[in-house]
T-cell receptor, first 111, second 113 residues
Framework: EDKVVQSPLSLVVHEGDTVTLNCSYE??????LLWYKQEKKAPTFLFML????IEKKSGRLSSILDKKELFSILNITATQTGDSAVYLC???????????FGQGTELSVKP | GAGVSQSPSNKVTEKGKDVELRCDPI?????LYWYRQSLGQGLEFLIYFQGNSAPDKSGLPSDRFSAERTGGSVSTLTIQRTQQEDSAVYLCASSRGQLYGYTFGSGTRLTVV
């Protein structure tokens, strides 16, 4: 059975800290792994990772995939209170089909 | 439209009643997905439509749940004889292909009392 596991489940940091969120997966027919940020209801797309070892960056956020060890990390540097959200990891996104989501990591950034 | 539109945004219903939730995907997106998210939980896959292919219904939790997609566009998720455990946020997403990820709607918060 396909499985995506995220850790930690929750995290509290202070503004300016750097955080690393983890995602491990066991999925068949892997193609891509996706990261989303969910603040209220609708998750918003952050990254799609297909190739191992290639870092994707967007401002203070970056992510990388290790297809050999079956995991991905999401880094956020110089965190801000606006980064507070649930971060969701999902795969395998093959052939545009259904995604299996992890439980999410709830990040709280304190001023 | 510019985004994925879902209606209603909130729905309170009595146990045993039927409800219909609507999703209007982004124009041109061939794939449409329904997920639900219970309080404090991750997203649970329900059903997936891709073009004219038979839908993947493997995530529907019981035969009280059904969904259709008319004309390859708007989709309706129907829950018959609602139960309290059906209370959740129901999220719809659409995609134009495997290179682009999903775009989610804002969801419908369903409360069964």
């Amino acid at each position: 059975e396909d499985k995506v596991v995220q850790s930690p489940l929750s995290l509290v940091v202070h503004e300016g800290d750097t955080v690393t969120l983890n995602c491990s997966y066991e999925v068949t027919n892997f193609r891509s792994l996706l990261w989303y940020k969910q603040e209220k209801k609708a998750p918003t797309f952050l990254f799609m990772l297909t190739s191992s070892g290639i870092e994707k960056k967007s401002g203070r956020l970056s992510s990388i995939l290790d297809k050999k060890e079956l995991f991905s990390i999401l880094n956020i540097t110089a965190t801000q209170t606006g980064d507070s959200a649930v971060y969701l990891c999902a795969g395998p996104y093959n052939q545009g089909g259904k995604l299996i989501f992890g439980q999410g990591t709830e990040l709280s950034v304190k001023p | 439209g510019a985004g994925v539109s879902q209606s209603p945004s909130n729905k309170v219903t009595e146990k045993g009643k039927d409800v219909e939730l609507r999703c209007d995907p982004i124009s041109g997106h061939t794939a449409l997905y329904w997920y639900r998210q219970s309080l404090g939980q991750g997203l649970e896959f329900l059903i997936y439509f891709q073009g004219n292919s038979a839908p993947d219904k493997s995530g529907l939790p019981s035969d009280r749940f059904s969904a259709e997609r008319t004309g390859g566009s708007v989709s309706t998720l129907t829950i018959q004889r609602t139960q309290q455990e059906d209370s959740a946020v129901y999220l719809c997403a659409s995609s134009r292909g495997q290179l682009y990820g999903y775009t989610f709607g804002s969801g419908t918060r369903l409360t069964v009392v």
